[in-house]
T-cell receptor
Framework: EAQVTQNPRYLITVTGKKLTVTCSQNMNHEYMSWYRQDPGLGLRQIYYSMNVEVTDKGDVPEGYKVSRKEKRNFPLILESPSPNQTSLYFC?????????????FGPGTRLTVL | AQSVTQLGSHVSVSEGALVLLRCNYSSSVPPYLFWYVQYPNQGLQLLLKYTTGATLVKGINGFEAEFKKSETSFHLTKPSAHMSDAAEYFCAVRVSGGSYIPTFGRGTSLIVHP
């Protein structure tokens, strides 16, 4: 089944404890991205990647890191989480064919930073 | 730069009534426009998209949207609401030739009353 998977789905952590949220897609998509969703603010892009080893900042990159060492994986890293990073996070991928293609979203990761 | 404004964070309709969710965009070049739906506790999925050609676009579950360049709008409609349509709806825009990642609106929560 074609899908984007994220792990974990739920995470409660404490300020300053490094964490990684994994994202993997099995559709051989070129493009991947991370969003955070907050009430009243909609989806805001954190980082995106147009290919292996190519990443770029989105609208709200502060406090986050990403890497794209393999085409299928795009982990989101929080080196020192803070309470303002409590949010619902979505990973998405798309074929990257050069036309406005559809993004496929993962199920989300709900992160709480105490 | 591109931006999207969704008018109304909440829209409430009765079952069987017309659904109208408003979206206005800002773009200096021809846009590509999308509507995504998010059901409770799920990721986003594409409802429909406008790229070029016919301005009336039909999507899944009986939804459609019309691109009106003169009004810079891409409103989403459905003739008759069903209880299962209750969800969060996001409009998104991506400009041709720009970043492939779309900019999302803040979302509109559709509430359907029996």
């Amino acid at each position: 089944e074609a899908q984007v998977t994220q792990n974990p789905r739920y995470l409660i952590t404490v300020t300053g404890k490094k964490l990684t949220v994994t994202c993997s897609q099995n559709m051989n998509h070129e493009y991947m991205s991370w969003y955070r969703q907050d009430p009243g603010l909609g989806l805001r892009q954190i980082y995106y990647s147009m290919n292996v080893e190519v990443t770029d900042k989105g609208d709200v990159p502060e406090g986050y890191k990403v890497s794209r060492k393999e085409k299928r994986n795009f982990p989101l890293i929080l080196e020192s989480p803070s309470p303002n990073q409590t949010s619902l996070y979505f990973c998405a991928s798309s074929p990257g064919t050069g036309i406005p293609d559809t993004q496929y979203f993962g199920p989300g990761t709900r992160l709480t930073v105490l | 730069a591109q931006s999207v404004t969704q008018l109304g964070s909440h829209v409430s309709v009765s079952e069987g009534a017309l659904v109208l969710l408003r979206c206005n965009y800002s773009s200096s070049v021809p846009p590509y426009l999308f509507w995504y739906v998010q059901y409770p506790n799920q990721g986003l999925q594409l409802l429909l998209k406008y790229t070029t050609g016919a301005t009336l676009v039909k999507g899944i579950n009986g939804f459609e949207a019309e691109f009106k360049k003169s009004e810079t709008s891409f409103h989403l409609t459905k003739p008759s609401a069903h209880m299962s349509d209750a969800a969060e709806y996001f409009c998104a825009v991506r400009v041709s030739g720009g970043s492939y990642i779309p900019t999302f609106g803040r979302g509109t929560s559709l509430i359907v009353h029996p």
